[in-house]
Every structure is written in C-alpha cells, then in structure tokens.
C-alpha cells in the first residue's frame, strides 16, 4: 500500500476534553482514552504510524504499553493497517464492529470497493454489535454501526468530563461516499444506499458536543488547535457537527439522485 505523506506527520498531541486525547498525524485521527487501569486507541492508522502515535502518547505522559483495547473508525488501511503492529507493541485487544471484522482479519480481502487494497492482518478479540459497549476502568465507549462508507464504519461515542460537564464526544466513522461508489445496484453490497441513510438518521439523532471524526478534516483539526487553551473549547462545537452531518447527507442525497438517474 502507498503511504500517504501525512501518515507519519505528527500533529501536535493534545487534550482534546476530559480523559479524551488527540495522537493522530495531520491528516489521520487517532484518539488515546486514559483510566486508570489502561488506555483505549482508537485507529492505529498505518503501520508507519504506530510509532508516531506512540511517541505522542508518550509526550502526553502516557504509556503505549498500557494500551488495553484498540478500536477503530472503519477498516480501511488508513486507520486500520497499523493494529496487527500496535496490538503485537501492547498486547491489547482488538474490537472491531461486525460487518468489518472479516476484512481487518484478512488484511482487506473482500471489501466491496477496493478488491486489491491490502494491511497486514490483525487478529479480532472482539466482534461489536451496533450498540455495544466497551468498557476500561471509568471509560464507557459506545459502538453506533454508521454503515456505508464500510459495512462495519463505527461511530464512537464517550461522555467525558471537563470543568464540572458531562459532555458527549463523538467521533465520526465516516459520512463519506467515495469516488467510484456504486450506491445503485451494487451486487457486493446490496444495501449500500439504505445503511448511508441509516447512518445519517443515526448521526442526526446523536446530541454531540464534542465534535470529532476519523479525519481531522472532517472536524476542522487544523483551524481549531490553534484556539485549544484560549477561551472556549474549540471542540465543543454541537453546531459544527450538526451543519457537517447534514452537508454529508446532501452530499449522499445528491449523488445517489445523480446515480439512479443514470441507470
Ligand atoms: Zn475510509
């Protein structure tokens, strides 16, 4: 697989709110959970990202090897490829959602869209459901199935605590139909263009606070860092998220309308 420049670029690590922090590179979001009795990652990115994300777990003041449980976004290479390497580094263990553990046991053999992507293999511990819950210590994660972008695309949602709030932070799998998505007749995946609007049903009914995603981009990382620490908390942002969820939908509107259309 091509490395993408920004796979190994470190974006400054940071507390994102409560016990939730940002580890990712500039391009690609990964999220450190802290307890007391060990860590959750969520996305290990690309195998070149592991040790970037470790040494920004380290500068946090953290221990990778505390990392108990690594969960991802959706199991494309850029958030998925780096687990075999991550779980060997931790010994933690892998829960993906159903619908997507087959293609991270495989290394992406079967997915519908990319037949010739492939990751090192990772072992799944854990098959989620939609739903579900993972718990560490204090920390409780909630698995949302959010399907389309993968069968199995995770939205993860946590309450975190800051300044006496609860606030719910939520981390999006993925609005995204990609170049060359066949949203009409799809035979490998039958019901690609009723899970996207399951999905945006589901992200419109989530009451984010924090609004975060699989990408930085998706939330605007690179504008709103640099306001961490001065005044509000850039990322406590429920109108960003609901004005993003809905431009998504019309975006998916707009291209399934366009796909029937040309059938
Ligand atoms: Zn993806």
Redesign the pocket.
């Known amino acids: 697989m091509a490395i993408p420049v920004f796979a190994e670029t470190p974006f400054p690590p940071h507390k994102v709110a409560g016990n939730l922090y940002y580890v990712g590179s500039v391009e690609y979001a990964s999220y450190l959970v802290t307890t007391p009795q060990g860590h959750i990652l969520i996305n290990p990115s690309f195998e070149e990202s592991v040790p970037m994300i470790e040494a920004a777990v380290t500068k946090l003041g953290f221990q990778f090897t505390d990392v108990r449980i690594i969960l991802t976004s959706?199991a494309?290479g850029?958030?998925i490829a780096g687990c075999a390497l991550a779980r060997k580094k931790t010994n933690a263990k892998v829960m993906i959602m159903s619908g997507d553990e087959d293609l991270v046991r495989s290394g992406g053999v079967g997915d519908f869209q990319y037949p010739d992507s492939r990751f090192p293999a990772c072992a799944v511990d854990r098959v989620l459901k939609d739903g579900e819950q993972v718990k560490l210590g204090t920390a409780v994660l909630t698995a949302v199935l959010t399907p389309g972008?993968?069968k199995g695309c995770t939205t993860w949602t946590l309450r975190v605590k800051e300044e006496g709030r609860e606030l719910l932070a939520v981390i999006i799998g993925?609005p995204?139909v990609?170049p060359g998505y066949r949203l009409v007749e799809n035979e490998l995946y039958p019901g690609i263009a009723d899970d996207y609007k399951k999905t945006f049903a589901r992200l419109k009914a989530l009451k984010a606070d924090l609004f975060l995603g699989a990408h930085g981009a998706y939330y605007g990382l690179e504008e709103k860092y640099p306001r961490l620490g001065r005044g509000p908390n850039p990322f406590l942002d429920p109108d960003g998220y609901r004005s993003y969820v809905e431009s998504k939908e019309q975006e998916f509107l707009g291209k399934f309308a366009a796909q029937r259309k040309a059938k």
């Open positions: 959706h494309h850029d958030h972008h993968t993925s995204n990609n």
